[in-house]
């Protein structure tokens, strides 16, 4: 099984560099890896102490990043290592404050593995929810290092679980240590005789909630709010434009003003979106020092790093995603400030969508007519606005403290 693994992987990476002639985003993964060893060897010394922290991508950062922090300000002297596998990942946070260095995962062979470690020597390793590479692990347990993965989350059609999932499953031994986000996961990984595992919760309800200790302050949307309710678009994708833009462009709701922040902010994408719009409308890139932005109906957010303060504008909130097949984005960003939130019809795969529709903090909408009504609902109903955003907000504080259980491991 391991050497049809093997096999497995360098076909896969043969594949990605041919397609990667044809497409940008693969093309800066196949440059980035080259680099990655000339990278640790540059930065990280024999005598160095050091925390090896790995993510997917971005989603699994800020998820891990809590954890990280309190790791790093518990060991200042140690330098972090920062993998990821994907470049949305790495080109977002490739100048991340908490790493000395970033780099991108090389491919899982076992040469790789080899080298990796022998560059880098981590004293801890980290791991978010599901990255288990079978040859890094499996180097990591021949070595007998401390690694462990964090807000992990596991299914039981996963590979790890099935007859032909022994090589798979045999990765898993290679953390001390696994922190689950729910009860099912952990047992189903004693059902492999991993026993090591606790269940802590997900850290993404720290990582959001750290978010209300920050300076949410942004100047241009606070001109362009005014004294109006507002509704934020968040990480929305074509599928879910058709489920908003016939509500904004009827601009029956006069008092009301919205962001849209879009997950492709490329310009021909903007401008498409912008011409949809039939009521004054300014981008982000658009802006200079004279505009009256109060003037303006619609705000799109077409830069990347303010998402997570503009929701503490929002009065309510759309998270993009579920409309379509891409996938949910992240609902605990605006779930944090306490707002009624409104997601597309697809979110089986996502926990803590399920559980906020049945507490009645989050709406599920499956066509335009729908988004209509309900939102409209939350515009006109102060009272129901506000039901909905206490359910919301106090779903993120009962579930805080995933950080602490898991900081309390390497404290023992």
């Known amino acids: 099984m391991k050497g049809l693994y093997s096999i497995g992987i360098y076909i896969a990476s043969f594949v990605v560099k041919i397609a990667a002639v044809f497409n940008s985003k693969l093309k800066q993964g196949v440059i ?7 990278k ?11 925390f090896w922290f790995h993510c997917a991508s971005l989603g699994e950062y800020e998820q891990g990043l809590p954890v990280f ?6 060991h200042p002297d140690y330098k972090v290592v920062l993998s990821f596998f994907s470049p949305s990942g790495y080109e977002v946070r490739k100048n991340a404050k ?13 040469a790789n593995a080899k080298r990796f470690l022998d560059l880098v ?10 990255e288990i590479w079978p040859n890094f692990l499996n180097e990591i347990k021949k070595r007998d290092l401390n690694a462990i993965l964090i807000s992990a989350v596991f299914r039981n059609d996963h590979a790890f679980f099935k007859w032909y999932g022994n090589y798979a499953k045999s990765a898993l031994f290679g953390f001390k240590h696994i922190f689950t986000q729910d009860e099912n996961s952990k047992l189903l990984l004693e059902r492999i005789d991993y026993n090591s595992v ?14 209300l200790k920050t300076d949410n302050s942004v100047s241009f949307i606070e001109r362009f709010k005014s004294d109006k309710l507002c509704v934020v678009f968040g990480s929305t994708w074509p599928d879910d434009d058709k489920l908003y833009m016939d509500f904004i462009n009827s601009n029956k709701h006069t008092d009301v003003k919205y962001v849209i922040a879009p997950h492709n902010i490329k310009a021909s994408y903007v401008t498409s979106l912008k011409s949809q719009l039939k009521v004054n409308t300014i981008c982000y890139s658009e802006l200079n020092e004279n505009d009256n932005l109060a003037d303006y109906k619609v705000f799109i957010l077409d830069t990347i790093g303010y998402l997570s303060k503009v929701y503490s504008y929002a009065d309510m909130a759309y998270v993009g995603g579920g409309a379509g097949s891409t996938g949910l984005h992240n609902i605990l960003e605006p779930a ?39 939102l409209t609902a939350l515009i006109t109903d102060n009272t129901l606005r506000k039901q ?3 359910i919301t907000k106090s779903y993120i504080a009962s579930n805080t403290g995933a950080v602490l259980q898991i900081m309390n491991y390497f404290n023992s």
């Not at 640790?40 to 050091?50: A, F, G, R, V, Y």
Request: charged share 25%; no cysteine.
């Open 32 to 38: 980035g890896r080259k680099q990655t060893f000339t």
């Open 40 to 50: 640790l060897e540059n930065t990280i010394q024999p005598t160095d102490k050091s």
């Open 69 to 74: 922090e309190a790791l790093k300000a518990k």
């Open 98 to 110: 908490i790493a000395d260095v970033v780099v991108y995962l090389p491919l899982d062979t076992t």
């Open 121 to 130: 020597k981590p004293d801890y390793i980290l791991f978010v929810k599901y």
């Open 198 to 211: 606790s269940v802590s919760g997900d850290t993404r309800f720290d990582r959001v909630s750290n978010q």
């Open 336 to 374: 944090v400030f306490g707002m009624p939130i409104l997601i597309g019809k697809n979110y089986d795969k996502f926990p803590e969508a399920k559980t906020l529709i049945d507490l009645g903090g989050l709406t599920s909408l499956a066509s335009a007519t729908a988004f209509d009504s309900t």
């Open 388 to 390: 909905q955003g206490q």
